[in-house]
């Protein structure tokens, strides 16, 4: 379905004080592996096919197929676009157009690589933000009002964006129905 995304206001669903609590719940398999590959993906400025298919693997096994389709020269190309760009929707942009990356998965790749704090768009995450159900096409104003109400919560607590997001991601696990 495409569409205008309405804009949400996003509110944080617990006390800014207890970011660091929720964070420190959190448990993930295979978070160390994908903070590893993000890291030396933004100090060379592109992922690898191989570290792109681990990354995408982790946000998501559906898309699992159509990632492997990517060339290598096409993941290159299109993370070392959105690592070098200052544009922000050719950012995102460029890695959706990569088969099998929706804006979600795009936010992953973004989130583990680049040195701006890029917080990852996850239906448990938006819960714990005040949004009950995401939308079935993420625009790009909604992303970018996404990505400024993280970073200013980040700001506000004085974290880092992956402690934010994992803070989001278990506050909903242990608590959305």
């Known amino acids: 379905m495409m569409g205008t ?8 669903r617990f006390p800014l004080n207890e970011v660091r609590r929720w964070a420190a719940a959190y448990s993930y398999a295979d978070d160390a592996g994908v903070e590893s590959i993000g890291a030396k993906a933004g100090e060379r400025g592109h992922y690898t096919k191989q ?11 559906r898309s699992k197929s159509r990632c492997a389709a990517n060339t290598a020269a096409a993941v290159r190309d299109a993370t070392e ?4 760009t200052t544009d922000e929707r050719l950012r995102i942009g460029v890695v959706t157009l990569l088969q099998g990356v929706e804006m979600p998965t ?11 704090p890029y917080p990852i768009l996850d239906y448990r995450a938006l819960w714990s933000l005040g949004v009950e159900e ?5 625009s790009f104003d909604f992303w970018w ?16 964006m992956r402690t934010l997001d994992r803070a ?7 608590h959305q129905g």
Do not use: M, N
Request: glycine share 2%; proline share 5%; with cysteine.
């Open 5 to 12: 995304t309405s804009i949400p206001t996003f509110t944080l």
């Open 51 to 61: 570290e792109f298919l681990a990354v995408t693997k982790w946000k998501t096994e």
């Open 81 to 84: 676009l959105a690592l070098a």
């Open 106 to 116: 795009a936010s992953v790749l973004l989130h583990l690589a680049q040195r701006d």
């Open 134 to 138: 995401p939308p079935v096409y993420y």
């Open 145 to 160: 009002a996404y990505v400024e109400a993280c970073r200013s919560l980040a700001k506000q607590t004085g974290v880092e």
């Open 168 to 174: 989001l991601w278990q506050y909903s696990k242990e």
